[in-house]
């Protein structure tokens, strides 16, 4: 089987991945980089994070074979569903996990990535976020993708701000998601390498100053009333006050 984890870009989304991966890793299933290496799926799938992009018939038929024969991994998107998500979900071959962020902080979490980049000259997916109405532009593409997976069934949706402040009731329900015994060996030493406290900061979580609202002491009062009229009513439904 593949494990999907989705996520909105700067919500949590790589320390989401990298906790899925170690609790699933604890049962036995394959390492992510082994399969891409493996079944030279290097097109494919990103070499962090092994990223598969665009879930195209032709991409997950190609993830799909080391699955057919035998092997459980985990491997991240942060694209939409597809009809060929609906069918691989519905056939038992894919489960999906999808996470989300106030797109406010994301969005300033997004530019402040893209600018650190630069100023290392190390450019990334971020770094043409020059600008407040191309940020602004970027995320309104990600909080329509957030609707399409909220509408989806049999997917484990997460808010990343109940992630930080009940993770052990978040990861609970995550565990029971993927179909863990929550006893089992290695659980607990994965669930605390992840904690928040733990996980800020490293490399590979994609989790940095993590705070929640950080967004209200950045940008100008005009530039969040240009937010809450631009994703109010979204924001109301993510349960975001505006």
């Not at 808010?159 to 993927?178: H, Q, S, W």
Request: aromatic content about 10%; hydrophobic content about 40%; proline content about 3%.
């Amino acid at each position: 089987m593949i494990v999907l984890s989705v996520g909105m870009p700067r919500a949590g989304s790589g320390w989401h991945y990298n906790l899925i991966h170690d609790l699933m890793h604890t049962t036995g299933c394959a390492e992510a980089s082994d399969i891409r290496s493996r079944f030279r799926l290097e097109t494919v799938l990103s070499e962090v994070n092994c990223n598969i992009g665009v879930l195209s018939v032709r991409r997950l038929a190609m993830v799909a074979v080391p699955a057919l024969l035998g092997n459980t991994f985990v491997i991240k998107a942060h694209s939409r569903p597809t009809a060929a998500f609906r069918i691989m979900r519905a056939a038992g071959v894919l489960r999906a996990t999808y996470i989300f962020r106030d797109p406010r902080d994301a969005m300033l979490s997004a530019m402040e990535y893209g600018n650190r980049a630069v100023r290392k000259g190390r450019p990334s997916a971020f770094s043409h976020l020059t600008d407040f109405t191309q940020a602004l532009d970027f995320l309104g593409t990600y909080v329509r993708i957030w609707e399409s997976w909220t509408g989806e069934r049999g997917v484990l949706v997460s808010r990343y701000e109940d992630l930080l402040r009940d993770y052990d009731a978040e990861t609970l329900r995550l565990v029971g998601f993927l179909g863990i015994d929550s006893g089992r060996r290695g659980i607990s030493e994965v669930l605390d390498r992840y904690r928040p406290e733990q996980a800020e900061g490293r490399q590979g979580t994609h989790f940095f100053k993590g705070r929640i609202g950080r967004f209200r002491e950045v940008f100008s009062q005009e530039q969040q009333r240009t937010l809450a009229q631009r994703f109010g009513p979204q924001l109301q439904r993510m349960g975001y006050s505006i």
